[in-house]
């Protein structure tokens, strides 16, 4: 079954360090998503992407956050300079289109710590 | 304010029992409503509902989706320790709202 693929699956980083979390979503999926999940918290949309460009975001996707599609495989997201309360799981996810019926796939998640 | 709200957060019961999860919204732009199971890392889609009253099956797990009531139910039939798991429930919008889950414990 094709899956959602997201590395490192564990990632230590120092406050004020950048980060990127890979993720290749599945193949003829066109819809790509991030999402985190700060320990014993509810998982939080943070950002999709279609056609090269961001087309949701939320509150907590701020300038420090930005996403890319550098190829036609890869989906990553950045994060500039990491503070403590970055510390979560993220999570990659990709549908293939928007309409009701489409199910999200997620990847395993890439827990990242900042000390 | 896009609200999604689950009951109860927490829940134990024995092997052979039925649980009922609960989830209630308050969102516009509702498009459809989605349960997923996570145990160690990833949630894993179970359910999509897109239309009042149509309970969704798979094996001992059903759910309906109830769009005037705005809830949804996700029952689970003969537990098994293997259901012990959160269980989200998620509502697509132009994003997808999660709520905070339920932490379903199956004692042997």
């Known amino acids: 079954e094709p899956e959602v693929t997201q590395t490192p699956s564990h990632q230590v980083t120092q406050m004020g360090q950048e980060v990127i979390l890979r993720c290749v979503p599945i193949s003829n999926h066109l819809y790509f998503y991030w999402y985190r999940q700060i320990l014993g918290q509810k998982v939080e949309f943070l950002v999709s992407f279609y056609n090269n460009e961001i087309s949701e975001k939320s509150e907590i996707f701020d300038d420090q956050f930005s996403v890319e599609r550098p190829d036609g495989s890869n989906f990553t997201l950045k994060i500039r300079s990491t503070k403590l309360e970055d510390s979560a799981m993220y999570f990659c996810a990709s549908s293939q289109d928007r309409n009701s019926g489409n199910t999200i796939y997620f990847g395993e998640g890439s827990w990242l710590t900042v000390v | 304010e896009d609200k999604v709200v689950q009951s109860p957060l927490s829940l134990v019961v024995h092997e052979g029992d039925t649980v009922t999860l609960n989830c209630s919204y308050e969102?516009?732009?509702?498009?459809?409503l989605l349960w997923y199971k996570q145990e160690k890392k990833a949630p894993t889609f179970l359910f999509m509902l897109?239309?009042?009253?149509i309970e969704k099956k798979s094996g001992r797990l059903s759910s309906i989706l109830d769009k005037k009531e705005l809830f949804s139910i996700l029952n689970i039939t003969a537990t098994q320790t293997g259901d012990s798991a959160i269980y989200l429930c998620?509502?697509?919008?132009?994003?997808?709202?999660f709520g905070a889950g339920t932490r379903l414990t199956v004692k042997p």
């Open positions: 969102v516009t732009n509702f498009r459809s």
């Open positions: 998620a509502v697509e919008l132009n994003d997808m709202r």
């Open positions: 897109t239309s009042s009253g």
